[in-house]
Structure formats: C-alpha cells, structure tokens
C-alpha cells in the first residue's frame, strides 16, 4: 500500500477532488498548509512597511491507494493540478505498512 | 466649542436634542477605534486591544464626574491653567458652565464633554499596543485623564483658559483631543519600550474588515464630534457636519493617491487611515472652515500622514498603531489650517481671519503658539506619569506574556476559535 501526498494549489482542490473520484479514489484527506519551493513568496505592505511573504498557501492532499493503483493515481493528481505555471506543487509516495479501518477493525487493502 | 453665545439664553429643545444624540455619536467612536485598532494588531492581542477602549469607557467617566470635568470647566484658580474643585463629583454643575453661556442643560454639557475625555485618553492604547499590563493601563488612563487631559481642555474651552483668552481657537480638540493624544502617545511609547522583536518581526494587521469596519464607526461619530461641538442645532453645527465629512474623504484620497504612487497599490488600511488623517485635522477647524479648504486640509492630512508614519522607523520609536503619524500630525495641520484659511463667514467668532484669506499672520501665530504649549505640557506630564508607573507597579507584560498573547495573559480568553481539537473538556 502507497500514501501519497500532493501539494497543489488550493484553487485546484476541486478539480483533483472530482479527478480522483472519476478513478474511483473513495477516500481523501486535506489540510491547509503552508511553503514555498521555487515560486517565492510575494511582498505585502502595511501603512508602509512592507513584508516579504515567504509561504505561500498551498492545499496538502493525502489519498491511500493499493500498490497497483498508485501510479494511476499519481499521474490522475498532476494531470488534474497542472497549470504549467510556477507554483504547481509536488506528489510524493511513501510505502505504508498498515492501514485499519476504525468502524470494522478490517486491515490491509480491505481497509482503504 | 466658539459657537456665538454671547447672551445667556433660555434651553433650547433644538440644541438639546441634537447634543445628546450628539453625545451617543461620541460614544460610539470609542468602540469604533477599539475595532479600528484590533483589526491592526495580531489576533493573539485583539482582544486585549479591544478590552482597552471599553475599559477606559468606564474608567474615565468615573475620573471625570469625581473631579476631570471640575478641573477642565469650573471658574479659573491658577492663572488659566486649571479649574478650581467646586464642581467635584459634579455637585452645583446642573446650574451652569462657568463663563459659557450655553442653550442646553450644563449637563447634556457635562454628558458630551466626558465622551470626548474617553475618546482622547482610548487613543494612547494604539501607541502601547500589544505589552501593557491591564493594570498598568487601567491606573495610566486614569491618573492621565485627571493630570493631562483635563488641565487642557480647561486651558483651550474653558473662557477662563489661557490658550482660550490668548485667541486659540480649537473648535472640537486639534490641540485637546489629537495632539494631546499623538503627543501622550509619543512618550508612552517611548517610555514603554518597543514590542518584543520589532520592528524585525512581522506585525501586520490580523483583521483589516475589522479595521474598516472601526474607521467607518469613527466617520460616522465624528459628524457628532465635530458638528456637535457647535453646541447648538443651526448654521454652524450644519456647517461642521458637511467640511467633517469632506475633509474625510479628502484624506482618503490624499492617502490613496500617495500611497498608489509609492508602492503601486491602493489598500484598505490606506483608505481607513487616510479617511481618520483626514477626520483628525479637520477637528479643530470644522467650526471655522468653508468647504473647499475642508476637502484640501484632508487631503493635505493623508498625504502628509503618509510620510509620517515612517518616522517611527527612522527613529526606532515602536509607535504600534501611527497614533503619532495620524493623530499628533493631522492635529497639528488642522491647528495650523485655521490660521490659513479661517473665515468669519462661516463662523462670526473668528476675528482674525486666516492669512490666505487676507486676515494677516495674527490668527496663525495664535494657533502655533496652541501647538508648542499643548505638544509640550501633553509630552513632559505624560512621559513623568509613565515614568513613575514604569519604576513602581510597572508597565509591561513579562517577556513570554507577551509572547503568548495578551488575549490569554491579560483576560484568559481568546479571540477566535477555530479549532475543535485544543479543548481538554470542562475542568469546573
């Protein structure tokens, strides 16, 4: 079993959201986070004093998929929140060596 | 505050009615900076900063019945400089105002006047933003409402006053209200010390609607501010009203302008800013000033704040929230307009009027002489008051209070709420 994390950018939400369901990708978590990679950060300024904002707002999506589904999945993801413009965001896959589902105690691949 | 009262005349229901509305717009202002100044400041301290505005609500009405309001208006006992004691506690004051000769009940007189004492001793709050002990704050606001603030105000309103008898003229506080609150603000903020990690760290504003929201507040009290200063509903009081909101929108502009010149964009905190640079200066000269001067003093307001506020840097002073940069300096324009462009056409107590408008230099050296003697005693009483607090109980939060917050340091509360996770669940 694979995690996979992908940053995107928060307006693309929807669009990986409704990609990753037509795959048939049943589960899915976010947060908000924050970072910057090789788009920078923009300045703000106050009654004058200006601010160099370093972390940009960016959407963390975390989905669990089978080892075959995984790259299927991936390339889903980038497809979905490309832009081609600086700032697209990153995926990156991590084995994972367990998952439980709460409600039913079920283990393994049954469980994502 | 020169409104033409040259007979004692029987009350007036018109003038009544229109001050105490005028009384509940004041009030309203307070609250109306408390957002002004929260939305300003990191959601850790809104609260705090809020807490400070209401509390001096209530503080200083206290301060002014018991002996504020005798010292500011009772006859003269010290050559012009402050009032006597027979109105403490406000006994004898529903007979009249010494020397004024008003149309409204003395205490819809006295009622409006404590609003006005609230409202100028609240904007110190925006100078120690974000590390003053509640305490601390408490005491200041209330020993500086009797010594700084009400010794003035008797010195520019009070007929007996000497910047009143010297021909100052301040319709509605540039000199009582703005510079004695930028100047106090000034050396409270030096004597305090500034914020933990400034001017390094970032502080920028939590909640700008807030700040909108609080600027929109302040506009819409100030038309009672000013136009109730009048103290009568007619000529004058229609007058003030309409170059008030004038001059707001002018320092809008002026400040919008500038601001899009010099970075390349327009904010919402410009806006707020440059509409209250603009409703400062024209304080003292809304009883005096035709329309067009009104709508050039705002825009001459916000231009000039604009540059001000980066003094504080320049010169390592943590003014937090620009009261200095809006408030001293917008008071001091708006002082020093009057002697440019009063006209006796619009008020009949003008005697001199301004130089551009022919009356020669008498009125401007009048109202320059206003300026350095409010600048002086407000900087000097307020910085020794500060001082002495500082050695004995003290004025700041500890280092990791101030740190954490004042939210939850000062009053064990917390702005916003977000989260479902943090709370451990009823302890009592």
Known sequence: MKLITAIVKPFKVNDVRDALRDIGVLGLTVSDAQGYGRQRGHTEVYRGAEYQIDFVPKIRMEVLADDEDAAHVIETIVTAARTGKIGDGKVWVQDVEEVVRVRTGECGPAAI | MHALLTEAAQVSSGDTAWLIVCTALVLLMTPGLAFFYAGMVRSKHALAMIMQSFVTIAIVSVTWVLVGYSLAFDHDVAGGLVGGLHLTGLTHAEVAVPGLPLTVPP???VAFQMMFAILTAALLSGASADRMRFGAFVTFIA????????PLAHWVWSPEGWLNRAGLLDFAGGTVVEICSGASALALALVIGPRRGWPREMMAPHNLPLTLLGAGLLWFGWIGFNAGSALSAGYLAASAALVTHLSGVGGMIGWLVIEKWLTGKATTLGAASGAVAGLVAITPAAGFLS????????ATAGVVSVFAIRLKFRFKYDDSLDVVAVHYVGG???TLFIGLFAA????PAVRHQGLLLGGGLTQLARQGIGVLAATAFAFIATYAIAWVLRATIGLRVEPDEESEGLDTSQHAETAYEFTSTSGMGRVS
């Open chain 2, 291 to 298: 329309p067009l001067p009104a709508l050039l003093l705002g």
């Open chain 2, 107 to 109: 205490l819809a007189f």
């Open chain 2, 344 to 347: 006796a056409a619009v008020n």
């Open chain 2, 332 to 334: 001091v324009i708006g």
């Open chain 2, 143 to 150: 020993i500086w409402s009797v010594v700084v603030y009400a």
